[in-house]
């Protein structure tokens, strides 16, 4: 599995999770359905969000996106 990173979508069966912001131990993102319209912002460890996306085969549709220039 990939490391998580900033701007990652990864997709399950019924869910899909955006990571907004990985920090040293903390993850913020978004987790719902995948025609949901408004989707809650959520933070936990970067352990249990691994662990989550084990457990769900997740698979990840589109990798993070790079900021070194801006």
Request: aromatic share 4%; net charge neutral.
């Given at each position: 599995?990939?490391?998580?990173?900033?701007?990652?979508?990864?997709?399950?069966?019924?869910?899909?999770?955006?990571?907004?912001?990985?920090?040293?131990?903390?993850?913020?993102?978004?987790?719902?359905?995948?025609?949901?319209?408004?989707?809650?912002n959520s933070v936990s460890s970067k352990s249990n969000i691994e662990k989550f996306l084990k457990k769900n085969k997740a698979v990840l549709v589109r990798a993070a996106v790079s900021a070194k220039g801006v």
């Open positions: 599995m990939e490391p998580l990173a900033d701007g990652q979508v990864w997709h399950m069966e019924e869910n899909k999770l955006q990571v907004d912001m990985v920090g040293k131990l903390l993850v913020h993102y978004k987790l719902g359905k995948h025609n949901a319209v408004r989707i809650a």
